[in-house]
């Protein structure tokens, strides 16, 4: 939760009012863009609802871009964003592309 904190602060201190927030991680940041059963292997990190504690201008889109399952997800609205885990699993590559 510490680890969680921190990151949260740094990043609300990077976005910036009246404009769209596309966030990229490596790690899920939402439980939901996990692509997998949550378990004890399902590597979120501790994470169910980082961007519960973000804010975010409704006005505009806003993006979680993340990977690390392998499992894409593509299009799962979490609290006031549009998630995307491009997951592409080992040797089957593919693209997304986002226009923001």
Do not use: Q
């Amino acid at each position: 939760m510490e680890f969680n904190a921190y990151y949260v602060d740094m990043i609300r201190a990077s976005m910036k009012p009246w404009m769209p927030t596309a966030l990229c991680t490596h790690h899920v940041p939402h439980v939901r863009l996990n692509g997998h059963e949550p378990g004890h292997y399902s590597f979120y990190t501790g994470m169910k609802d980082l961007v519960h504690d973000l804010p975010f201008d409704p006005l505009y889109n806003n993006y979680l871009i993340c990977g690390h399952t392998h499992r894409r997800v593509i299009g799962e609205v979490v609290p006031g964003f549009m998630g995307v885990n491009v997951g592409s699993d080992y040797d089957d590559l593919k693209t997304f592309v986002l226009e923001v």
